[in-house]
């Protein structure tokens, strides 16, 4: 009867090792990822262009910026929920920085359209750089003041506090994924790709 106690007794500390190990493993992954926040215009193309970027780990389509809880995508674009098209980005933070994720949404983007982006017209369709950290806000607006140097202009891109994201209905994650014809004729029609080569290239 001894020698079972003995051998439970180290069964089961050894199952409380595995445990804790799994525990702080998880918490040290949960330690190094983090989440940015970003409004392009067409969640569909900036949700393609961030997962492409090595260090993300995920990216949702959604919607940011506005009052109305739980919205839907016909109410964003046709309502009045003050929301924009956003995607949430989810980051290692020891492969890639906030600043890195800011220089690629740049590029992605036309920081000079007050009405919205390329074909998309309309105030959910605006860009916005969220921040969630005043280290984010000011980094936000260091690259402003430069774009804005180099380019002799006025950046319009709006710069709001991050508050909450919604997720977008299941339809439009990875759409460009799944609908891949219908996205790039989309994408193509939209003149996405032109426009940004003319403005950063």
């Not at 926040?37 to 910026?65: H, N, P, Q, R």
């Not at 995508?73 to 492969?95: C, L, M, P, Q, S």
């Not at 430069?146 to 710069?159: A, R, S």
């Amino acid at each position: 009867m001894k020698n079972y106690l003995e051998e439970v007794r180290i069964i089961l500390k050894k199952f409380l090792y595995i445990i804790l190990f799994l525990l702080l493993t998880n918490l040290s992954y949960a330690q190094d990822y983090k989440k940015a926040y970003f409004a392009g215009g067409c969640f569909w193309c900036m949700e393609e262009a961030f997962e492409k970027i090595d260090g993300v780990l995920e990216v949702t389509s959604g919607y940011s910026g506005g009052t109305t809880k739980n919205p839907t995508y016909k109410e964003v674009i046709y309502g009045k929920t003050g929301h924009f098209e956003a995607i949430e980005v989810k980051y290692d933070n020891t492969k890639i920085k906030y600043e890195n994720l800011l220089d690629a949404f740049w590029v992605n983007i036309d920081p000079f359209d007050a009405d919205g982006q390329f074909c998309d017209k309309g105030y959910s369709y605006r860009s916005v750089a969220f921040y969630s950290l005043d280290s984010e806000k000011k980094s936000i607006q260091s690259t402003i003041n430069k774009l804005e140097e180099k380019f002799n202009k006025k950046i319009v891109t709006y710069v709001r506090k991050f508050d909450k994201f919604y997720k977008a209905e299941d339809a439009h994650q990875d759409y460009y994924v799944k609908n891949f014809i219908n996205y790039l004729t989309y994408k193509k029609g939209c003149k996405r790709v032109e426009s940004l080569e003319k403005i950063w290239n």
